[in-house]
């Protein structure tokens, strides 16, 4: 009730839109007016629009008064028709924000402190780096931030400091009595600002007919990097400030919601320099004579950065002892830090008291960084988040390896991620590094110093311990995500080595370009044969000129031999032999799809060739395959601009809830949502435990994992709305390489379930043979994503013998013939990778179709000499500021939610021009500016922009929202493992005879299990087993939940992670002990989980662990054979019952 009654508080403003100003009048007439009404001072700001730059009043503004009791009598007034100001009756309602930001509470505008920002090396001891006075701090609990206002050589400077940042907050006394102090400790740095003033300048408001304001404003506030002499606010994590006696009021700090107060004092005192270098901080400097691998640095750098550790801890005793152990040792030691709920100040006992248990588990430790990366494609990859005042060393990760990192495996160790990330990690702005400040449509943008710092580390690398870290290139989703590959040359191999050993670029005259190309090694692939240049045959593209626009059909597709495919489907790891592949070899990068005819390994079109090189590895990406299909807000806009009933989505949505709602105790039910929703094959634990007779309710591993997947599909439905459509695929894009397919026709054969062939409904379905079927009649084909009405297109699905003849399964194959390609008329697709959206559900396909967008780029700018390294690295830094796809996605959303036209409107069709030429950037170089016009005030509720204001929707989107809303606002169940659950659950049917002799074994196996598990649930700060095992977190922090893109990326890692650790347990599994013996072993591992005996009441669950052998678990029951009692307890009992609690942003993403 608190937080709600905050969160309604925070939202008020003391602000009001004023309609109905005569135009003749002006700011000053109007604060006169309006304070003659209300009173002396209560009137602070006044702002009329005008239709150009001061030339003629639009008759509306807004007016900031001085007090929410100002405004609401200013309001009343109003509503009364008491406020006739020259004949006018002014109108006032609610609007969107203040015209100046400012405390709305007199006494929390506090002037005349003292700040002092540091780090604490105790908890009562915080080390002062640097201090200023005559601070002004502003408290504005009603934007969850302060500010402190400081003047440093005569500059004026704010630091913002947001409340969700903070980790504690503790009032302090300070040379007195009573608490006059506090002490704010920080997860994150504060964002920074420079003040700008001057004549030119575009200030936030100017003073003149149409402005006025009663403290001066004419300035502007503009981002800016730590402008300390020792880079102090980089460094520090502690923020000590001291107010004035006078100004304090009792409930002045009540508004944090994580306030202690400590009367002891606190310790104040000055400290030398810690950091390594002058502009990137804080790095830990090693003694020059302590020869500390650079590993072991790198982990004292990220438990300083993440505050497990102090930076003032790291002394030449923890150093001493850390560079005599073993790497591996040591590195195993510092990772337990992150178990750590609160920094730690004596790191040197902790080493000491972990030694022996480290010294144990080395023994049986798990694969080398090296032979992961060989042996399984696995590398372990070290991170630095880059701020504009810090850095952040993280990991090293496990991530899927790319060719150029496997090539040079021997020096993995070289390579590192870095991303240029806002103060909290999120996602940095392009008005942070640039922005508008001067008058005057001709004037310059103007780069700030955030700019510069983010060129100068691509320029001159960061430097950690002996390795200094240079630029390399990036891949184009780390482009979309900021993200470069560094790597630290040496004496055998440079970063210029590399680049020239992945190709020659010196032909490609485009910057944009050039930097895609050289990216395009690194994306995460497989590394499969080597095929020599005589088994690959080029063959020509197929293009039609139409309406003077050239048109490729076969746009970055070619074909390979079956006997090939299969060599290369077997060195992924596959069974049966797909019918695509997504490629890249040497300079080619494309799809290759399966020809029975074909005699060369591969075929591959000019379309497909980026640039020269002399690899000649075949690098496989990913794969054709069965997809489950989803609707989004994307496809459901478009379809309902196009007609489609809301009924059609708001049935399937039901029909997906109703599904969900019986997972948890329905075992064909839970069996349907993960083979259709989930797309897990027959060779998923889940399925087979299930197949097996497990009931939802019985098993708690089961029971866990079907709760986990159950809310992660609920969460996606809320807030993505991501319903799912039974007669749909996502289908990689393929060519009738036959030319038998017309203008307006797709061949598609699917992979099906036997029970989908039988359904009596499936008439649109020609059986092929017990696995495969050919969808006949109209299907709805678009991509993703997709903002034009003409981005979906409806074909006809045909049944051709010749294509059968082809094999070509869970591809979608579209014609050679026709105008205009049809991948190219959804969203400018082509067939290098595209994955496609087809359903064949007759209530979500249109009646009628729009014309397809002209999707036709601009010509990139082509230079008149080699692209260098440094326009490349500008070329970076230049998308960060015209990365305007968010922006431009969420605007269509809204205009179309409210557009009677809906995607169909001007401002929708704007913006779809727009994101087509923001997609493009990428190749072309030239930006999509989005007119301020077009920039949504207010969103819809579906949104969950709680910060913004809000509308309730009424349409489609809307609704469907709402219904989740109802639907899943309800009392939530936790999964809660317990002594009594495992005296009421164990399974006797699980153990064997003589299973007993392992349990030593099987014992210190879950325990390493355990042990890695634990320290990656602390690394993502994360609760539960089930979060860990897939991915969903529940909590998540601030920055995932507005980005989409880099959640979908740790939860890959995490995935991969947890994978490694059960391929390494497995395999510790089999080293232990005889094929005879294995059923005794996996026996004794479920012993180990489940028995009450091994169970503790304050450990976390580690359900997972038998499972990982759950194949002999199951073969144990089946021959055991007293069926699973379905009289057994049930899980009815087994959950804790939370707190209903309202929906947050956590659930947004």
């Not at 004596?346 to 480290?358: A, G, H, I, T």
């Not at 090939?564 to 890249?584: H, M, W, Y």
């Not at 007669?727 to 061949?747: I, M, R, W």
């Not at 196996?1005 to 977190?1033: A, C, P, Q, R, W």
């Amino acid at each position: 009730m608190r937080r709600e009654l905050i969160g309604a508080m925070e939202r008020e403003r003391p602000t009001l839109r004023v309609t109905n100003v005569p135009q003749t009048a002006i700011a000053k007439d109007l604060l006169e007016f309006l304070e003659c009404k209300l009173g002396t001072d209560t009137v602070f700001a006044i702002e009329i629009s005008t239709d150009r730059n001061n030339w003629k009043s639009r008759g509306f503004g807004r007016v900031q008064f001085a007090t929410l009791e100002a405004k609401s009598k200013a309001h009343l007034l109003s509503l009364r028709n008491d406020l006739v100001f020259k004949s006018h009756s002014l109108k006032l309602s609610e609007t969107y924000d203040d015209i100046i930001p400012r405390p709305i509470r007199a006494d929390h505008r506090l002037d005349g402190g003292v700040l002092h920002v540091g780090f604490m090396v105790q908890d009562d001891y915080l080390r002062v780096l640097e201090r200023w006075e005559d601070v002004r701090g502003w408290l504005m609990p009603e934007r969850r931030r302060l500010e402190f206002w400081l003047w440093n050589n005569g500059e004026c400077y704010k630091l913002e400091v947001l409340f969700d940042d903070v980790l504690e907050t503790v009032g302090c006394c300070f040379n007195g009595s009573s608490c006059n102090a506090l002490l704010l400790r920080v997860k994150y740095a504060p964002r920074i600002y420079q003040k700008v003033s001057g004549p030119n300048i575009a200030s936030k408001l100017r003073p003149d007919r149409y402005h006025i304001c009663k403290e001066n404003f004419d300035f502007l506030w503009v981002r800016t990097t730590d402008f300390s002499r020792t880079k102090a606010v980089g460094q520090s994590t502690a923020f000590y400030w001291e107010i004035n006696a006078e100004l304090l009021t009792l409930d002045l700090f009540s508004c944090f919601s994580c306030y202690r107060e400590d009367m002891k004092g606190l310790t104040l005192k000055g400290g030398g320099e810690f950091s390594s270098a002058p502009e990137i901080v804080p790095l830990v400097k090693g003694p020059s004579d302590s020869k500390l691998a650079y590993e072991i640095l790198f982990q004292l750098n990220s438990l300083v950065h993440t505050q497990k550790i102090s930076i003032a801890s790291v002394d030449t005793d923890l150093i001493d002892i850390l560079r005599v152990l073993p790497v591996e040792t040591a590195v195993m030691i510092l990772q337990k830090f992150h178990k750590l709920l609160s920094t730690c100040y004596n790191p040197v006992s902790f080493v000491k008291e972990n030694l022996p248990v480290s010294e144990r588990n080395f023994q049986s430790r798990p694969l080398s960084s090296f032979k992961r990366l060989i042996d399984h494609n696995v590398m372990s990859c070290h991170r630095a988040l880059v701020t504009p005042s810090k850095i952040y060393c993280l990991g090293p990760e496990l991530e899927t390896s790319n060719y150029v990192v496997k090539n040079f495996a021997e020096y993995a160790s070289d390579f590192m991620r870095v991303s240029f990330v806002e103060e909290d990690w999120g996602k940095l702005s392009a008005n942070a590094i640039s922005t508008s400040v001067q008058l005057g449509i001709f004037s310059k943008p103007f780069r700030t110093k955030i700019y510069h710092r983010i060129l100068s580390v691509l320029q001159h690398g960061i430097v950690i311990g002996d390795k200094r870290f240079e630029f390399l290139a990036f891949s184009a989703s780390q482009l979309r995500s900021n993200s470069v590959w560094m790597f630290a040359s040496n004496d055998k191999v440079t970063a210029e080595d590399v680049r020239e050993w992945m190709g020659c670029f010196k032909k490609i005259r485009s910057v944009s370009k050039c930097a895609a190309r050289m990216g395009q090694l690194f994306s995460s692939s497989l590394p499969t044969l080597v095929v020599p240049v005589q088994d690959v045959k080029i063959i020509p593209d197929i293009e039609v000129t139409s309406d003077g626009i050239n048109y490729c059909f076969s746009d970055g597709i070619g074909k390979i031999s079956l006997p090939f495919a299969r060599e290369v489907a077997q060195k992924c790891g596959l069974n049966d032999t797909p019918s695509a592949f997504q490629i890249r070899y040497g300079g080619y990068k494309g799809v290759v799809a399966v020809d029975r005819n074909s005699f060369r390994k591969m075929s591959l079109r000019g379309s497909m060739h980026k640039f020269e090189s002399k690899i000649r590895m075949l690098n496989v990406t990913k794969w054709s395959e069965s997809m489950p299909c989803f609707l989004n807000r994307e496809i459901v806009t478009l379809l309902s601009t196009l007609g489609i009933k809301d009924e059609a989505f708001e049935t399937l949505q039901q029909e997906q809830l109703h599904l969900l709602g019986q997972m948890l105790t329905n075992r064909e039910a839970a069996l349907d949502v993960l083979q259709s929703l989930c797309g897990a094959d027959s060779q998923n634990i889940l399925v087979k435990m299930l197949l097996q007779g497990y009931e939802p309710n019985v098993e708690p591993y089961l029971s866990m994992m079907l709760l986990a997947n159950h809310e992660s599909l609920l969460s996606d439905l809320k807030c993505r709305c991501r319903i799912y459509v039974p007669k749909g695929q996502v289908l990689v894009g393929c060519l009738d390489e036959t030319a038998t397919l017309n203008y307006g026709q797709v061949y598609v054969r699917l992979s099906i379930k036997k029970a989908e062939l039988e359904h009596a409904d499936q008439n649109f379905f020609h059986k092929v043979d017990e696995k495969t079927a050919i969808v006949i009649g109209k299907v709805v084909v678009t991509k993703n994503p997709c903002l034009h009405p003409g981005d979906v297109r409806v074909l006809e699905a045909v049944y051709e013998a010749e294509l059968e003849d082809k094999g070509l399964v869970d591809c979608l194959v579209f014609p050679q013939k026709g105008e205009r390609p049809h991948p190219n008329e959804c969203s400018g697709g082509d067939l290098d990778g595209d994955q496609f959206f087809i359903s064949w559900d007759k209530d979500l396909i249109p009646c009628q179709t729009d014309a397809p967008m002209d999707y036709t780029g601009s010509r990139p700018r082509i230079m008149d000499h080699e692209v260098t390294l440094e326009e490349i690295q500008k070329f970076f830094v230049d998308y960060m500021i015209n990365d305007t796809l968010g922006a431009i996605s969420t605007a269509h959303l809204v205009h179309a939610d409210r557009e009677p036209d809906k995607a169909r409107s001007e401002k929708c069709l704007e913006l779809a021009t727009l994101h087509s030429m923001a997609v493009d950037f990428a190749k072309t170089g030239a930006p999509a500016e989005m007119p301020r016009s077009l920039k949504p005030r207010e969103f819809p509720d579906f949104m969950q922009r709680v910060d913004k204001p809000m509308y309730a929707s009424l349409g489609v989107l809307g609704k469907l929202y709402r219904a989740t809303i109802n639907s899943t606002v309800q009392e939530r169940s936790k999964f809660v493992w317990s002594k009594k659950m495992a005296e009421a659950l164990y399974d006797h049917d699980l153990e064997v005879n003589g299973f007993e002799a392992f349990l030593s074994t099987a014992q210190t196996h879950k325990d390493m299990y355990e042990e890695k598990m634990s320290f990656l649930m602390n690394y993502y700060e994360v609760e539960s087993e089930d979060e860990i095992l897939t991915g969903n977190m529940r909590n998540k922090a601030t920055f995932l939940q507005r980005d989409n893109r880099r959640y979908g990326d740790m939860k890959d890692r995490i995935l991969l992670f947890m994978k490694n650790l059960q391929r390494e347990a497995r395999e510790r599994f089999e080293n232990s002990c005889k094929v005879g013996e294995h059923q005794r072993l996996a026996s004794a591992w479920y012993h180990v989980t489940y028995h009450t005996n091994y169970c503790q009441e304050s450990m976390k669950s580690c359900l997972s662990f038998p499972w990982i052998v759950g194949d002999i678990l199951l073969k144990i029951k089946s021959v055991n054979s007293r069926e699973i009692q379905r009289e057994q307890p049930v899980f009815s009992h087994v959950y804790h019952k939370s707190p209903r609690r309202p929906a947050t942003r956590d659930e947004s993403m």
